[in-house]
């Protein structure tokens, strides 16, 4: 079964990310404690589409863990 295409436009890396330079960009906030190997717990907000989700994923993936919580109710 072919997965839906927002799963095939997705980020599969940090490096995919567009537009949020201040968390992921070389001098990003994420990327810094990525680097230093520090997980934090993060909140994201933002509108709908502006990847919250796929930076969460990602996130969660640089420190090998698939267990996080999205919105405060939903675990992936």
């Known amino acids: ?3 839906p295409l927002s799963e095939q436009l ?3 890396n940090l490096d995919e990310v567009i ?3 201040h968390l992921v960009g070389p001098e990003g906030f ?3 404690l990525i680097q230093r190997g520090k997980p934090l717990s993060i909140l994201l907000w933002g509108p709908p589409g502006s990847g919250k989700t796929s930076i969460a994923r990602l996130y ?3 420190f090998r863990t698939t267990n996080f ?3 405060g109710r939903k675990r992936f």
């Open 60 to 62: 969660a993936k640089a």
């Open 19 to 21: 537009g949020q330079d």
């Open 10 to 12: 997705r980020p599969k």
């Open 69 to 71: 919580l999205c919105a």
């Open 30 to 32: 994420l990327t810094g």
């Open 1 to 3: 079964m072919q997965q």
